[in-house]
T-cell receptor, first 115, second 107 residues
Framework: EVQLVESGGGLVQPGGSLRLSCAAS????????MNWVRQVPGKGLEWVSS????????YYTDSVKGRFTISRDNSKNIVSLQMNSLRAEDTAVYSC????????WGQGTLITVSS | DIQMTQSPSSLSASVGDRVTITCRAS??????LAWLQQKPGKAPKSLIY???TLQSGVPSKFSGSGSGTYFTLTISNLQPEDSATYYC?????????FGPGTKVDIK
């Protein structure tokens, strides 16, 4: 069974940091580019970041460049998102997604940035 | 950056109907287009990739077509379980982008 399980969400103050992790199982992790997508509850989907299969290239949406860092460990089947200098507008459910065509999704973890 | 638009933003149809959702890209994306279904409180589910290829296990009542800048998702024989929000997504170039979604309700 394919599983993508996110962890690390929670409440953080503006300017704070959080590290999200996503543990993958049930498929060959190193065969897939990995992505983080976020969704404000009740709103649409927003692509945040991607990392290639080998981890040698990363991509970010403009609003998080310089603040977020995506990484992966193919030996442990984990993809991570380090989020620094968090802002209120980063509040959303963050989901781990496998494949450029968004083939497999985790259930997501809620990040709330508020004082 | 590539902008994705969808129409309509919502629709209501009867059981058994066939409905079509349109997705447009602001520039050509070949067939690098995916369709996703999201039910309330659930993670999105991939239906179609490469504009017209069904993901494994997705019923054939869903079909996709198009290339370049114009794409459609058609749902045949609409059933109550098809009530959801449908999103298109381009993955031709970064930054990837999603359409705003089309909410499908059953009358």
């Amino acid at each position: 069974e394919v599983q993508l399980v996110e962890s690390g969400g929670g409440l953080v103050q503006p300017g704070g940091s959080l590290r999200l992790s996503c543990a993958a199982s049930g498929f060959t992790f190193s065969d897939y580019a990995m992505n983080w997508v976020r969704q404000v509850p009740g709103k649409g989907l927003e692509w945040v970041s991607s990392i290639t299969r080998s981890g040698d290239t990363t991509y970010y949406t403009d609003s998080v460049k310089g603040r977020f860092t995506i990484s992966r460990d193919n030996s442990k089947n984990i993809v991570s998102l380090q989020m620094n200098s968090l802002r209120a507008e980063d509040t959303a459910v963050y989901s781990c997604v496998a494949g450029s065509a968004s083939k497999m999704w985790g259930q997501g973890t809620l990040i709330t940035v508020s004082s | 950056d590539i902008q994705m638009t969808q129409s309509p933003s919502s629709l209501s149809a009867s059981v058994g109907d066939r409905v079509t959702i349109t997705c447009r890209a602001s520039q050509g994306i070949s067939d690098y287009l995916a369709w996703l279904q999201q039910k309330p409180g659930k993670a999105p589910k991939s239906l179609i990739y490469a504009a017209s290829t069904l993901q494994s296990g997705v019923p054939s009542k869903f079909s996709g077509s198009g290339s370049g800048t114009y794409f459609t998702l058609t749902i045949s024989n609409l059933q109550p379980e098809d009530s959801a929000t449908y999103y298109c997504q381009q993955y031709e170039s970064y930054p990837f982008s999603f359409g705003p979604g089309t909410k499908v309700d059953i009358k």
